[in-house]
């Protein structure tokens, strides 16, 4: 069993950075892939970033690439994303998940997922 606590959300100018945090319960966090989602009001959760147990291979959407950053450290059980040239459009509530399944971008890949935190980019 893992458990996911996000933090590191909030009100940004267009342009500003947030960095989001991902600590998680649990002593195997280290061999599951996480990743980040997000879900703005009406639409689908979308995939962000994720990066792999294994090799810490990181993969990316194509809307953010470039702009975000996803690491971990083992050792302190924490995925953080750092969030940087931040656009209106990034606005919404942003999830941790961690799984094992195939699939990195999609959410049936994950078993677990965070509560979210809220990210809020004005223009």
């Known amino acids: 069993q893992v458990q996911l606590v996000e933090s590191g959300g909030g009100l940004v100018r267009a342009g500003g950075s947030l960095r989001l945090s991902c600590a998680a319960s649990?002593?195997?966090?280290?061999?599951?892939?996480t990743g980040w989602f997000r879900q703005a009001p009406g639409k689908e959760r979308e995939f962000v970033a994720a990066?792999?147990?294994?090799?810490?291979?990181?993969y990316y959407a194509d809307s953010v690439k470039g702009r975000f950053t996803i690491s971990r450290d083992n050792a302190k059980n924490t995925v953080y994303l750092q969030m940087n040239s931040l656009k209106p459009e990034d606005t919404a509530n942003y999830y941790c998940?961690?799984?094992?399944?195939?699939?990195?971008?999609?959410?049936?890949?994950?078993?677990?997922w965070g509560q979210g935190t809220q990210v809020t980019v004005s223009s």
């Open positions: 649990g002593r195997t966090f280290s061999s599951y892939n």
């Open positions: 990066i792999t147990w294994f090799e810490n291979s990181a």
């Open positions: 998940a961690a799984g094992r399944r195939a699939g990195l971008s999609i959410p049936s890949g994950y078993d677990y």
